[in-house]
């Protein structure tokens, strides 16, 4: 960055500071620096220990944007390397001028485009594949960026993502230097060397040696730990009823190097002993899983993925996943930081949001409800010994919210090929649905859930952000580049008027329940409620999930603008 900043000797100092702030413009960054000079004199490190808010966050970026710089140069050098050139100041100052641009390190085609022009001169297979493993490895760095810039209070997850950051940083300045200089050596030359950064590109990052003690002691919020350790934690894995025989992961945070095996007993419960902040993951593909729902018999191929707390008790369901882009939501952090803890890794808040989303946000605010464990006294067993009525309304929601996203990934899945990576789509899936119900009604899923036209907008921007992600597209078949948005439309409304449907029908019992949760004395018969909801959980999640990919994969081969009518009327079924 230094080299784009530098200026005549008769520069004035006003001038030095824009010319640095520009550099760090270009690449994204935020600009605020130390001693009132922009980023002259700022260094990242510094800042990041500054205390000040606003400068963590800024060093946050400049990190990520140095990461993208040195891999850059790093290709550069290699590609060089490769035709025999002599690598020299001058050369890496010229290469600097022409690359160190956000619209260029960010899109893979511009950037092979400017390591092949004629300044360069490097152009050749191995510079299109270096060009897009680059980009697809510093993915997690460009949001992460984008995320910093936004924040107006430190995320709890900051020691995570500067592991993140290091992480990518090494793996393009060693590992895709490597990669590249295999490619040019190749007769003929192949990207063969460039193929991991697509296939398995969360195991090369995870991998990557870095010095994780250096990173976790560099800021200034430190990883937080339980004043009191648990000695266990008691946890269920909940679609309609619990998910019985999936295996599990667990992954301590923030370096996510000290993991366990998991697996649900035939009620959906697991354990952890001693828990303290991980990442847990239950997925269907993991060996020997199953997923099977012990009240409806579905298996729920739709993987779990989130981040909780050192917890005795935690429920995990489809409504839960909403907490991982929620934590890095600028507004949620705002909106809890004053409340919360200033150094919990996995804010317990983020359960509170994610169930606001639904109208459940009372419940938890006056004390009846916990939603990380689903306890409390709003969920306490009633009198009569039968189903507490906002166990069912939560129940019924997530019955919604599961059969939502099975149906979106398998529509995605079905038009975009099989060999885009499942846990991306379904990640995909997660922001989508976030973001859509966000924009709809930020308290009311259920505006999202039950309405076409909601729906419909749900898929655009899940499609869009899966086609637009070079860590899932880079080096795929891309099936939706015959398809028109007349098209696409037409198959998305096709969808969505059968998904609204089927949610609306589970909605009424839900609005039933919801009411029945607020006065004590209601007599409705819930079990009735639960029955009626799982009824159409196994319809939603099975018969009609395995139609919407068979008509994806179908459209997907002969795509129109004919309206569709293959899908079965699960209404009346």
């Not at 808040?349 to 006056?366: D, I, K, T, V």
């Not at 859509?436 to 952000?465: G, H, P, Q, R």
Request: overall charge neutral; aromatic content about 6%.
């Amino acid at each position: 960055m230094a080299t784009l900043g530098q200026g005549s000797a008769a520069a004035t100092i006003a001038s030095l500071q824009a010319k640095y702030d520009t550099a760090y413009q270009n690449m994204g960054a935020k600009v605020v620096g130390q001693y009132t000079q922009g980023m002259l004199n700022s260094d990242p490190l510094r800042m990041l220990t500054s205390g000040n808010v606003s400068q963590v966050t800024a060093a946050v970026t400049v990190l990520a944007a140095n990461a993208q710089a040195l891999g850059a140069l790093t290709i550069a050098r290699a590609l060089a390397e490769c035709k025999g050139t002599l690598v020299s100041n001058e050369l890496y100052a010229k290469w600097a001028a022409e690359l160190l641009k956000a619209s260029v390190l960010e899109n893979a085609l511009a950037l092979a485009e400017v390591l092949s022009s004629n300044n360069s001169c490097l152009n050749g297979v191995c510079a299109t594949g270096a060009a897009k493993a680059f980009v697809s490895i510093t993915t997690s760095v460009v949001s992460l960026k984008a995320a910093y810039k936004s924040y107006t209070t430190v995320p709890p997850s900051l020691q995570e993502d500067l592991l993140t950051i290091t992480r990518a940083a090494r793996v393009v300045q060693s590992d895709l230097y490597n990669s590249t200089k295999l490619c040019c050596s190749s007769t003929p030359q192949s990207t063969a060397p460039f193929t991991q950064y697509t296939s398995n590109l969360g195991g090369v990052l995870s991998s990557a040696p870095v010095n994780q003690t250096a990173v976790l002691e560099t800021g200034s919020y430190p990883a937080a730990t339980p004043s009191t350790s648990i000695p266990v934690m008691a946890g269920r894995l909940l679609n309609s009823a619990g998910v019985k025989n999936c295996v599990g992961k667990y992954a301590e945070l923030p370096a996510q190097q000290v993991t366990h095996d998991l697996v649900t007993d035939s009620t959906g419960a697991f354990s952890v002993v001693g828990p303290v902040a991980a990442a847990y993951t239950f997925k269907k593909s993991y060996p020997s899983s199953t997923c099977d729902d012990a009240l409806t018999n579905v298996t729920v191929t739709f993987p779990f993925s989130l981040r909780m707390p050192a917890a005795a008790d935690a429920a995990v369901t489809a409504i839960s996943l909403l907490t991982v882009p929620a934590s890095s939501d600028a507004s949620v952090l705002a909106a809890y930081a004053a409340s919360a803890p200033s150094q919990q890794l996995v804010p317990a808040y983020l359960w509170q949001h994610a169930y606001s989303m639904y109208g459940y946000g009372s419940f938890a605010s006056n004390g009846e409800a916990n939603f990380l464990s689903l306890g409390g006294a709003a969920f306490s067993k009633r009198t009569d010994g039968k189903t507490p009525a906002l166990l069912v309304a939560v129940l019924g929601s997530n019955t919604q919210t599961m059969s939502t996203f099975v149906s979106t990934q398998n529509l995605m899945m079905g038009l975009l090929g099989n060999t885009y990576g499942t846990d991306a789509v379904a990640q995909a899936v997660v922001a989508g649905a976030y973001r859509t119900f966000k924009m709809v009604d930020a308290t009311n899923a259920s505006e999202t859930l039950t309405a076409s036209a909601n729906l419909v907008s749900l898929y655009s921007t899940t499609y869009a952000a899966i086609t637009s992600d070079p860590a899932v597209t880079t080096g795929r078949h891309l099936l939706q580049s015959t398809m028109t948005s007349a098209q696409l439309q037409n198959i998305f409304g096709a969808v969505a008027n059968v998904v609204s449907s089927t949610n609306q029908q589970v909605q009424q019992v839900v609005n039933t329940a919801t009411v029945a949760a607020a006065d004590p004395s209601s007599t409705v018969d819930t079990s009735n409620l639960m029955v009626s909801v799982s009824k159409m959980a196994a319809v939603q999640q099975q018969s009609l999930a395995s139609d919407i990919s068979t008509l994806a994969t179908d459209f997907a081969t002969n795509p129109t603008t004919a309206p569709i009518t293959t899908l079965q009327d699960v209404s009346s079924t």
